[in-house]
């Protein structure tokens, strides 16, 4: 006997829909699918994990109280992405203002914000000495890479972000970030051209190791 296929997973805007009709699990489900790729592209922009959880917290929230404003034919996803954006923003521009109006304010010293990379385990067996410059080669790429990405302009990496972290859409990043969407292909590519450049001296080096 052949078993039945599993059922697919509701969509977002199904889950919102019976969130509205009463349906609280419809909303945890909601919360899971999106809590991570929505700090990891919070994190990426205000650089803070505290901030970022905050963030993302506050958006669920907005998300709650206007629950019943949601129309079936609108996305999820784009309808998230703009109050989370959104609160980049407002979070971004009190930060300036606070910095501005304080020069005591103290200053970062990177370890408030985690990184994309995460480093690798260290090992003194000259045996996997090859195998632990491979790993070294990978985590100091990873780390550039995240240099390189806070290097970009803010309108480019938040395309980038946005694509590459949160896998979305142009048509909808345009949405979200109420730009063409040729607009923001041209932002994306010059993104990508942007870090091809910053990690070109770091390719020689890493294709030695292979």
């Avoid at 914000?113 to 195998?131: E, F």
């Amino acid at each position: 006997m052949i078993a039945p296929h599993p059922a697919p997973a509701p969509s977002d805007e199904t889950l919102m829909l019976l969130y509205q009709q009463g349906d609280r699990t419809a909303f945890t489900q909601l919360v899971r699918r999106h809590q991570k790729p929505l700090y990891n592209f919070v994190l990426r922009q205000v650089r803070m994990n505290q901030v970022a959880e905050d963030i993302v917290q506050e958006a669920f929230v907005r998300i709650v109280q206007n629950a019943r404003n949601f129309k079936p034919e609108a996305r999820f996803t784009t309808w998230v992405y703009t109050i989370t954006r959104n609160l980049c923003i407002d979070q971004l521009r009190q930060r300036a203002v606070r910095k501005h109006m304080s020069l005591d304010e103290p200053k970062s010293d990177g370890k408030n914000g985690a990184t994309l990379a995460t480093v690798g385990d260290q090992t003194a067996d000259p045996r996997a000495h090859a195998d632990a410059e491979r790993n070294a080669s990978a985590t100091e790429l990873k780390r550039r890479i995240v240099r390189a990405v806070d290097m970009l302009p803010d309108d480019q990496r938040e395309v980038f972000l946005l694509r590459e972290v949160s896998s979305l859409p142009f048509k909808e990043i345009a949405e979200i970030t109420g730009t063409p969407e040729n607009t923001v292909k041209s932002r994306m590519r010059y993104a990508l051209e942007r870090l091809q450049e910053a990690l070109s001296e770091f390719e020689d080096y890493a294709r030695a190791l292979r």
